[in-house]
């Protein structure tokens, strides 16, 4: 059974950075990928940055190209999302998530695996 745990959210002020974990048991999906979504109250649970298990490739939605970065350390179980540059507007509920197939990695349909969340406040 896979289970994942995110931790490291918390209050930051603008252009400030948090780096959330994300601790991973039982994925054992080689064909799949990981990923971080967030969501809003009142908003739609949104694709955020991706890591396919096969080839390691990475992608990031265009909100955060240039400012997060996704990365796992295998060896620790553990999936990244490194957030520099903060803004208000990256303030969301943030989930780790995978999936046993890598056809719909960038939206939130395509993960059959989740977290319970971290919150991320930006906030001057």
């Known amino acids: 059974q896979v289970q994942l745990l995110e931790s490291g959210g918390g209050s930051v002020q603008p252009g400030g950075s948090l780096r959330l974990s994300c601790a991973v048991s039982?994925?054992?999906?080689?064909?799949?990928?990981m990923g971080w979504l967030r969501q809003t109250p009142g908003q739609e649970r949104e694709w955020v940055a991706v890591?396919?298990?096969?080839?390691?490739?990475?992608y990031y939605a265009d909100s955060v190209k240039g400012r997060f970065t996704i990365s796992q350390d295998n060896a620790k179980n553990t999936l990244y999302l490194q957030m520099n540059s903060l803004r208000p507007e990256d303030t969301a509920m943030y989930y780790c998530a995978a999936a046993s197939s890598n056809l719909r990695c960038m939206t939130r349909s395509g993960y059959n695996y989740w977290g319970q969340g971290t919150q991320v406040t930006v906030s001057s």
């Open positions: 039982g994925y054992t999906y080689s064909t799949g990928c």
């Open positions: 890591i396919y298990s096969r080839t390691g490739s990475r």
